[in-house]
């Protein structure tokens, strides 16, 4: 069982950056792939990035390249989301995902643990 925490949302304006951080429980936490996923109000939760369990493979929804890192530190258990130059449409909460995989997905279904989410908000 792994337990996922994540951290690091609030209210900033649009062009400003936040970094989610997000915590897992567990000594396995290097075995697995991590993934990052949004879901703004009245629409269906999507995919925002993923990280193999090594941290050498990422992948990203259009919407975020250039703009949105994923990165993680195996010694603290922790996988992060900097994001940058936010924009309103980047609204939402966002939770963090384990998959017992070393590789990384971008889809919900392939993931077997959930975050609570923690709510980001870019005002214009």
């Known amino acids: 069982q792994v337990q996922l925490v994540e951290s690091g949302g609030g209210l900033v304006r649009a062009g400003d950056s936040l970094r989610l951080s997000c915590a897992a429980s567990?000594?396995?936490?290097?075995?697995?792939?991590m993934g990052w996923f949004r879901q703004a109000p009245g629409k269906e939760r999507e995919f925002v990035a993923s990280?193999?369990?090594?941290?050498?493979?990422?992948y990203y929804v259009d919407s975020v390249k250039g703009r949105f890192t994923v990165s993680r530190d195996n010694a603290k258990n922790t996988v992060y989301l900097q994001m940058n130059s936010l924009r309103p449409e980047d609204t939402a909460v966002y939770y963090c995902a384990a998959r017992r995989s070393r590789n990384s997905s971008i889809l919900r279904r392939d993931y077997d643990y959930w975050g609570q989410g923690t709510q980001v908000t870019a005002s214009s």
């Open positions: 990280i193999s369990a090594s941290g050498a493979t990422t």
């Open positions: 567990g000594r396995t936490f290097t075995s697995y792939a």
